[in-house]
């Protein structure tokens, strides 16, 4: 697989249209098609590690396939309701959501992977269980983000009561505030700490740790033709068969992608989150 290389340049270019503009590909015959990722982590980080992986998506499919965000997890949601997006990364419970309306469709996700969401505290605090954060400031990325906020809270409520929840955007934006004591705690992944600079990390500890869910989905909108479906799956599936391939991946966090279907997120469902 001959992937080009990927400028910095290149990336904030795509980036700055990609968090400026709500998608092209509004029909189903279009060739430029649209690949929105959750804005989990900031945007100039998000745009080095998936522009990779969109462009080898285009040379294996002959498609063009362009990297687009949102300024903020709420505005993703919005545009996931809207269908802007052909293609799209979204957290666990986006998908049950948007699933059933506009009717986004399972393609991948990440090989024998679960979600698991955290708890961090500042190193500095000593603090020792879920029991000391009540009545605490707390921090979390978005109201609609699964691991890191929803299934945290769920813990929280029963443990710390009293709490209260701020939200600051990004898991990023967590891990930072948390470690400069703004925040008694936060609530993230185990993906994105692992991916925050060495200095950050050492400033914080995880507090607790959740069950694990199925993991975020690869889908794909409904008006998209099933044989440029086919495609982008199949070249997702094989983007590991060779070290270029790899390369992109590991640098998502991740190791392999697998095929899958709705039925895959069914305990993400049987949550009951409204």
């Not at 400028?7 to 400026?20: D, E, G, H, M, Q």
């Not at 080095?48 to 462009?55: A, S």
């Not at 959501?97 to 992977?113: K, L, M, S, T």
């Not at 470690?179 to 692992?194: E, N």
């Amino acid at each position: 697989m001959l992937v080009r290389r990927v400028t910095s340049t290149l990336a904030i270019v795509v980036l700055l249209f990609a968090c400026s503009q709500p998608g092209f590909s509004q029909t189903s015959d279009t060739r430029v098609l649209t690949f929105g990722v959750v804005p989990q982590q900031a945007s100039e980080k998000l745009a080095r590690q998936w522009v990779p992986l969109t462009t080898a998506l285009s040379e294996q499919t002959g498609f063009t396939i362009e990297f687009e965000t949102a300024p903020s997890i709420p505005e993703f949601e919005k545009r996931l309701a809207d269908g802007v997006y052909d293609f799209a990364y979204m957290n666990p419970y986006h998908f049950t959501v948007f699933n059933e309306d506009p009717g986004y469709v399972a393609i991948a996700r990440q090989r024998d992977h679960v979600i698991r969401g955290i708890i961090v505290v500042s190193s500095d605090l000593e603090i020792e269980s879920l029991e000391e954060l009540a009545g605490k400031n707390m921090a979390f990325p978005a109201p609609g983000a699964f691991a890191a906020t929803l299934i945290t809270r769920a813990f929280l409520d029963e443990a710390a009561p009293g709490y209260t929840a701020t939200f600051v955007n990004s898991h990023d934006s967590v891990y930072r505030a948390v470690a400069k004591g703004l925040f008694a705690g936060g609530g993230g992944i185990v993906r994105t700490l692992r991916e925050i600079e060495p200095d950050l990390q050492n400033q914080l500890e995880v507090l607790w740790l959740s069950p694990g869910y199925t993991g975020h989905a690869f889908a794909v909108h409904p008006r998209v033709p099933e044989a440029i479906r086919d495609s982008v799956q199949s070249a997702l599936i094989e983007m590991t068969s060779d070290e270029e391939g790899r390369t992109i991946v590991r640098n998502l966090g991740m190791q392999s992608f697998q095929e899958a279907v709705d039925s895959d997120w069914d305990d993400v469902r049987s949550l009951g989150i409204k």
